[in-house]
T-cell receptor, first 112, second 116 residues
Framework: GENVEQHPSTLSVQEGDSAVIKCTYS??????FPWYKQELGKRPQLIID?????GEKKDQRIAVTLNKTAKHFSLHITETQPEDSAVYFC???????????FGQGTILTVHP | EPEVTQTPSHQVTQMGQEVILRCVPI?????FYWYRQILGQKVEFLVS????????KSEIFDDQFSVERPDGSNFTLKIRSTKLEDSAMYFC??????????????FGEGSRLTVL
């Protein structure tokens, strides 16, 4: 089955810096790659997603890039703010049936 | 904005007892899921449900687990005889099939299950 590896496990940055989180996946049939943000004790919330027919997607300070050949995708957050502090999970899926395979998560801490 | 709602938010039970976790998915969604997250670990897929039947399940979802959509709004997860290792946060999720952002999952707030 699919296996998703995520790095780093923790990331500490100063407010205003950029943060990059990377994921690799194993199943070349995967075609949907969402990123979820989870604040302590809360539900995971989708922040951005990308499908395998595009290489990059941007939404304000957040961007995701996908390299299908290398089977990796990355989350980029620019101009980080303290409220960006949370656990970020990448995930991969083969279709629209909702079986997401999640990465291990990255604890992002943004220091004021 | 519509949300997935779950009850109870926290349940404490004794090992061997049955528990039922309840979810109300977003009303026009067609796919329903249960995921779990053991404290400090990744979110894991348990089961997906479509058209009143299981469409896919993981190896975690053994005979102790069952799902049901007893009416037009609720979606339940039953654990027949709980074990200590079932202690986790259980998330219900739903997604729409057609139109909009197909594949996006909307998660509930979770039900924390503690098995003593």
């Amino acid at each position: 089955g699919e296996n998703v590896e995520q790095h780093p496990s923790t990331l500490s940055v100063q407010e205003g810096d950029s943060a990059v989180i990377k994921c690799t996946y194993s199943d070349s049939a995967s075609n949907y790659f969402p990123w979820y943000k989870q604040e302590l004790g809360k539900r995971p919330q989708l922040i951005i997603d990308i499908r395998s027919n595009v290489g990059e997607k941007k939404d304000q300070r957040i961007a995701v890039t996908l390299n299908k050949t290398a089977k990796h995708f990355s989350l980029h957050i620019t101009e980080t703010q303290p409220e960006d502090s949370a656990v970020y999970f990448c995930a991969a899926s083969k279709g629209s049936y909702g079986k997401l395979t999640f990465g291990q998560g990255t604890i992002l801490t943004v220091h004021p | 904005e519509p949300e997935v709602t779950q009850t109870p938010s926290h349940q404490v039970t004794q090992m061997g007892q049955e528990v039922i976790l309840r979810c109300v998915p977003i009303s026009n969604h067609l796919y329903f899921y249960w995921y779990r997250q053991i404290l400090g670990q990744k979110v894991e897929f348990l089961v997906s449900f479509y058209n009143n039947e299981i469409s896919e399940k993981s190896e975690i979802f053994d005979d102790q687990f069952s799902v049901e959509r007893p009416d037009g709004s609720n979606f339940t997860l039953k654990i027949r005889s709980t074990k200590l290792e079932d202690s986790a946060m259980y998330f219900c999720a739903s997604s729409a099939l057609a139109g909009g952002r197909t594949g996006e999952l909307f998660f509930g707030e979770g039900s924390r299950l503690t098995v003593l």
